[in-house]
């Protein structure tokens, strides 16, 4: 998965970035698109979408000024609205999958019947 190229401190910026798609590889949040019914009609992957919105607020920027006025994503405005705005997209159930799955996740770290330390 390859997510915008950005301005600013480049360490950071990469460590920001290795980060995030550690965090949607290992909750596979590809397949839990997927599954929820947010697929592609057209254009890039949602999941590329997807990442480039999650990132905005971990960078401080908002909506306009990465998605609109960022001339280094290689998709525009209007497809990231499609995908926020299609009424066969399933964001409830979206989330709760994601979160079940972060549940499950850490209840491995605070479960009292298995510490590992």
């Keep these: 998965m390859i997510l915008p190229?950005?301005?600013?401190?480049?360490k950071k910026q990469k460590r920001l970035q290795g980060r995030i798609i550690s965090f949607v590889n290992?909750?596979?949040?590809?397949?839990?698109?997927?599954?929820?019914g947010i697929r592609k009609p057209r254009g890039f992957s949602p999941l590329i979408r997807f990442?480039?919105?999650f990132t905005l607020t971990f960078k401080?920027?908002?909506?306009?000024?990465?998605i609109v006025t960022n001339?280094?994503?290689?998709?525009?405005?209007?497809?990231?609205n499609d995908l926020l705005k299609n009424s066969r997209n399933n964001?409830?159930?979206?989330l709760l999958?994601?979160?079940v799955l972060?549940?499950?996740?850490?209840?491995?770290?605070?479960?009292?019947?298995e510490r590992k330390y």
Excluded: C, D, H, P
């Design 91 to 94: 964001w409830r159930k979206f």
């Design 51 to 53: 990442s480039a919105i």
């Design 60 to 66: 401080g920027n908002n909506y306009y000024r990465e």
């Design 97 to 99: 999958t994601l979160v």
């Design 102 to 113: 972060a549940v499950n996740f850490f209840s491995r770290f605070t479960s009292t019947s």
């Design 5 to 10: 190229n950005n301005t600013g401190n480049g």
């Design 26 to 36: 290992g909750f596979q949040i590809g397949t839990v698109l997927n599954k929820n």
């Design 71 to 80: 001339e280094n994503l290689t998709f525009r405005m209007s497809a990231t």
